[in-house]
């Protein structure tokens, strides 16, 4: 885990730094995807989330649901192509928080079977070419990082 | 961030649903060419618009905007269900993600400074509360927000040259006709407009000369008129359609907010509890973390009759804490010694925190 001006990027995870999502892939295959700390503290503490259904498939760049903050709404884009498997709405039912109390664990949005599995053609970054992109982000939007639901 | 000028369409008035796709429409055809944009629009009929995750029937009275003819649209945006007509001018900005700040709550900040100095160029002592409010002595004066759509950052708000408290008050849909006088009633209290602040409002052009102004000002960019493209256009007539559909309209919300926020600081909300003398209802005012205003109703039996009158003042000010509260009651109890059998004092309590727990996430 490297932190930067209070924001987590986990080496070990998969990024999309444009978009904002991570990507953790699993032995069967599948991804899970969820929001960054960064995004995290960007939107603000989520107020509600309407999943799109598993069974679904979603081309590289639609929104698998859409995220309303106190204060903005929008979507939450999958970096890759692919069918929702399953959809994290249980954990946000009974705590809204917990992308925000913990977006790289059980905060996790949806999980999906991709098309094709092909990190870096598909613009993704991991270990520490990500970490150093985002730090250069990082500047770029002069964030400092906090968890929204402290 | 960029110097580039920024795109300024100052439309005419148009109907209910164009005044909400126009700008879903100009964010969603926005390409790495396209310029940043500050549109300015007043719809040319009254309406309710409701917010991204809003459940339509659950807020609204749709049988009601049926009949009076008020269209019900959902928009893109958060929030909460509002009541929208020519009395308003929107404010909409929509620009690259990357030339505006980079959270949401620093946006705010630019976007109400905009907000805030045509106020004080009309002569109005506007003052941005943050996160997202503009006040005028402690009383709003529009509200605002905000939403992603592809590459555009939307950042919306309204200049109010005049609000009708009342029929706000009459499209939504709540739990009892108290609640609804304590909805007007609160914003009466608690929102302003230009007319109220003049006397007169403004002309529109005095306005928007004042807007644009203000916007240079906090944006340090240039703005210049410019129109519709058609691309832009086409995109508007398709979401015209969505928008309109039922099936946007009753999407699946789910989000139900049991209370009317009336500005950040102030909320009424309606609880009842199930005591064993009866059900007791309660309408609470809160503000700023305390009891602003309460009114009791219920199906209990009474002696004396003014007991929940009598609890509506005693608590009225109060901190809202289950042992203030319940101090408060207990002694009342004491004092007095009303004949109310199976309502005890935890009841009234119950009921109080059970209301006052309706709060939001900030």
Known sequence: MSVYRGCDIPGDLFFDVDRDVWIRPAPDGTLTLGLTDPAQTRSGKVLHILFKKPGRHLDAGQSAATIETAKWAGPFPTPVSGTIAETNEATFRADILIANRDPYGAGWIVRLEPDEWAPEAQGLVTGEAAVQRYETRIDELGLNCFRCAD | ?362
């Open chain 2, 1 to 362: 961030m960029t110097a580039s000028p920024i795109r300024l369409l100052d439309l005419a008035p148009v109907s209910p649903l164009r005044s909400q796709t126009i700008y879903h429409a100009v964010g969603y055809a926005l390409g790495a060419d396209s310029p940043d944009t500050i549109m300015l629009v007043s719809p040319n009929a009254p309406y309710v618009s409701i917010g991204r995750h809003q459940d339509a029937a659950r807020e609204v009275d749709l049988p009601y905007c049926a009949e009076a003819g008020y269209p019900v649209i959902r928009r893109e945006i958060g929030g909460g269900a509002v009541y929208l007509d020519g009395n308003q001018l929107f404010t909409q900005w929509i620009f690259h993600a990357d030339h505006l700040p980079a959270t949401v709550e620093e946006r705010f900040v630019v976007y109400a400074d905009s907000l805030v100095r045509t106020y004080r160029a009309l002569g109005i002592a506007a003052e941005h509360r943050p996160i997202n409010d503009i006040h005028v002595a402690g009383r709003k004066i529009g509200g605002t927000g905000a939403a992603r759509m592809d590459g555009a950052e939307v950042v919306v708000g309204s200049l109010m040259f005049d609000f009708d408290v009342a029929t706000m008050a009459r499209v939504l849909k709540v739990p009892s006709e108290k609640f609804r006088d304590k909805i007007i009633q609160s914003l009466t209290d608690y929102m302003t407009t230009m007319r109220k602040e003049l006397g007169e409002p403004p002309a529109r052009e005095t306005v928007i000369a004042a807007y644009l102004d203000a916007c240079r000002a906090v944006l340090g960019r240039d703005i210049e008129r410019g129109e519709l493209r058609a691309d832009e256009l086409a995109l508007a007539e398709k979401l015209d359609a969505r928008f309109a559909g039922r099936e946007w309209l009753e999407e699946a919300g789910g989000l139900r907010k049991p209370f009317v926020k009336i500005h950040e600081g102030v909320r009424v909300a309606e609880a009842a509890h199930k005591a064993p003398g009866g059900l007791i209802r309660c309408v609470l005012r809160v503000r700023d973390g305390h009891i602003d205003d309460v009114a009791f109703s219920g199906d209990f039996t009474a002696r004396p009759p003014s007991m929940p009158f009598d609890l509506d003042e005693l608590l009225a000010g109060s901190e809202i804490s289950e042992k203030m509260v319940s101090e408060k009651i207990e002694d009342y109890y004491r004092r007095v010694r009303p004949e109310i059998p199976g309502v005890a004092p935890s009841d009234w309590v119950a009921a109080v925190m059970r209301a006052a727990e309706t709060e939001a996430p900030a």
